[in-house]
């Protein structure tokens, strides 16, 4: 079955320190997603990508599908400890409605 | 977007028991999504639940252990049965918009 995998695991940053988490998909996607949940929290959507080699930016926050669709990368500039949380991406395939999630990399923030 | 109410937020059950985990939707919606999420772990879809038909499951997950009800567009609910220590984990309902949006999460512990 779709497997997707991230990487870090965790990573932990000063603050201010960039962070970028890598997700990669076992067979090609129709779109990703990313999510962020906060410790004790749910998982919230951020961001969909579509299109081949699609970047999108949301304040310090910048998301990268790749050309082949099979990979998509979330960068975070400057963090702040309110970045604080774990971010999933989570693909569809084909025309399912069924989300596969990534396995999550969880981001720790100090001063 | 859509928002969901879910309870309960937390319990802690005996072996052997059940509980029923609700999901109110303010709007209709087609198809209703029930994942689970063991401690420090991604998200894993049990099952889709559409409105007049029976509950679609993933591979692992059947209909004796976790039955589904959705009797109209705007609710369901997820029954954990016979419930051990191993069925301890977060659960979550869902409904699609753009992106997924989640339920707060029934975090269940069994003692």
């Known amino acids: 079955g779709q497997q997707v995998m991230q990487i870090p695991q965790y990573q932990h940053v000063q603050e201010g320190e960039d962070f970028t988490t890598y997700c990669n998909s076992s067979t090609t996607l129709s779109n990703i997603q990313w999510y962020k949940q906060r410790p004790g929290g749910h998982p919230v959507f951020l961001i969909q990508?579509?299109?081949?080699?699609e970047v999108k930016k949301q304040k310090r926050l910048t998301f990268q599908f790749g050309e082949a669709k099979k990979n998509s990368s979330l960068h975070i500039t400057a963090t702040q400890t309110t970045d604080v949380g774990t971010y999933f991406c989570a693909g569809f395939t084909g025309t399912a409605s069924k989300l596969t999630f990534g396995t999550g990399t969880r981001l720790q923030v100090t001063l | 977007s859509a928002v969901i109410s879910q309870k309960p937020s937390r319990d802690i059950c005996q072996r052997g028991t059940s509980l029923t985990i609700q999901c109110q939707v303010d709007s209709q919606v087609t198809m209703m999504f029930w994942y689970r999420q063991q401690p420090g772990q991604s998200l894993t879809l049990i099952a889709t639940a559409n409105q007049g038909s029976e509950a679609t499951y993933e591979s692992g997950f059947v209909i004796d252990k976790f039955p589904i009800s959705r009797p109209n567009l705007t609710f369901s609910t997820l029954t954990v049965s016979n419930m051990s220590p191993e069925d301890s984990s977060i659960y979550l309902c869902?409904?699609?918009?753009?992106?997924?949006?989640f339920g707060s999460g029934t975090r269940l512990t069994v003692v």
């Open positions: 869902s409904v699609l918009n753009y992106g997924y949006t």
């Open positions: 990508l579509v299109k081949s080699g």
